[in-house]
Nanobody, 116 residues
Framework: EVQLVESGGGLVQAGGSLRLSCVAS????????IAWFRQAPGKEREGISC????????YYEDSVKGRFTISSDIAKRTVYLQMNSVKPEDTAVYYC?????????WGKGTLVTVSS
């Protein structure tokens, strides 16, 4: 069974840090890129960062560039999103998504709330 399980969300003050984890099972982890998306209340889901497990290439959306860092531990089948200098506008449900040329899988999300 394919599973992506996010964790690490919670309540944090503006300027603080959180580390989100996405643990994968049930598919060939090395063959996939893993992306983090977020969906704020009343807004569409948006992609914010991605990492390729085949070559380590990373991508960041402008609003998180310089504050968030994505990394992957192949042995643990886990992708992390280190969130620093968080802002109230980072409040959202954060989802991870595994993508290959043939398939894609979503996790169920973890809530991050940033207080001002």
């Amino acid at each position: 069974e394919v599973q992506l399980v996010e964790s690490g969300g919670g309540l944090v003050q503006a300027g603080g840090s959180l580390r989100l984890s996405c643990v994968a099972s049930g598919f060939t982890f090395d063959d996939y890129a893993i992306a983090w998306f977020r969906q704020a209340p009343g807004k569409e889901r948006e992609g914010i960062s991605c990492i390729s497990n085949s070559d380590g290439t990373t991508y960041y959306e402008d609003s998180v560039k310089g504050r968030f860092t994505i990394s992957s531990d192949i042995a643990k089948r886990t992708v992390y999103l280190q969130m620093n200098s968080v802002k109230p506008e980072d409040t959202a449900v954060y989802y991870c998504k595994a993508v290959s040329y043939a398939s894609a899988y979503w996790g169920k999300g973890t809530l991050v709330t940033v207080s001002s």
